[in-house]
């Protein structure tokens, strides 16, 4: 399904207060940042408390003698594992062109490959992960001063690391890495392409299920382009992000 958003719009669904200077380079590339910082972490939250209540669910009622005790941390979370993911994204470029600017937004389905590695380090899981993501496509729109434009990211490969305090098979988590993302914008018949370094902040809950196999939600942000381009003598600014959340299921070796 794809969304776009009018500025009118925008002001409805993140509010208009004024927007505070970015710090360079990460906050710079997220627009309404703030906003974007907030919603999702939320929905990472309440997915850890339905995973912690069927986590409960499964627990025996009373004095049982037939529950058998999670193994130590260290002998389910370290080591390699491989996964697929799938989930919403949703890309947003401010074009800025002749003292006028306007954002593009985009959600998209996503979906893609990750593996890594974790370590125990005493109580703590350090690992390493990349991914390969599909993201979404290109969003069309109309701007005061290029008029007709087409704008957005496709795919992003990412590489970062990860810390994750265990509690038995259940795993809270915190990324930091960065990612390498294509963007794109064409505007008066002449497309300007390019592949941005940008940061990564991310945080997650994991399950360790049977078998080796791992469930997952993962909140990523990641800051895509901050570029300037000329488009028939006028030059054009795009800053762009993408947020998005992924459910993943993994194994480990």
């Not at 009622?61 to 080591?79: C, E, K, L, R, Y």
């Not at 997650?204 to 800051?223: C, F, I, P, Q």
Request: proline letters at 5%; aromatic letters at 10%.
């Amino acid at each position: 399904m794809v969304s776009s958003f009018t500025n009118r719009d925008s002001c409805v669904f993140y509010g208009c207060s004024p927007r505070p200077k970015p710090f360079r380079r990460l906050r710079n590339s997220f627009p309404n940042s703030r906003h974007w910082l907030l919603k999702p972490f939320v929905l990472c939250a309440a997915l850890a408390v339905l995973v912690g209540g069927a986590k409960a669910a499964d627990m025996p009622v009373g004095g049982g003698t037939d529950f058998v005790p999670m193994a130590p941390a260290g002998s389910i979370w370290a080591g390699p594992y491989l996964g697929f993911e799938a989930g919403g994204s949703q890309t947003v470029t401010e074009v800025k062109a002749g003292g006028q600017k306007k954002d593009y937004s985009r959600f998209d389905a996503a979906f893609g490959v990750f593996g890594g590695y974790n370590w125990e380090v005493s109580r703590v899981i350090l690992g390493v992960e990349g991914a390969a993501t599909y993201i979404g496509d290109t969003k069309k729109g109309q701007h005061p001063v290029l008029g007709t434009i087409e704008t957005g990211s496709k795919w992003s490969v990412t590489a970062k690391t990860r810390v994750g305090l265990p509690i038995n098979n259940f795993m809270p988590y915190v990324s930091l890495g960065v990612a390498a993302t294509d963007h794109s914008l064409k505007a008066n018949g002449r497309t300007e392409s390019s592949v941005g370094l940008g940061a990564v902040l991310g945080a997650g809950v994991e399950v360790a299920m049977h078998d080796n196999w791992r469930l997952r939600a993962d909140y990523t942000l990641t800051g895509i382009a901050d570029t300037k381009d000329t488009f028939a003598g006028t030059q054009a600014k795009r800053t762009a992000g993408n947020h998005r959340l992924m459910l993943g299921i993994s194994r480990a070796f």
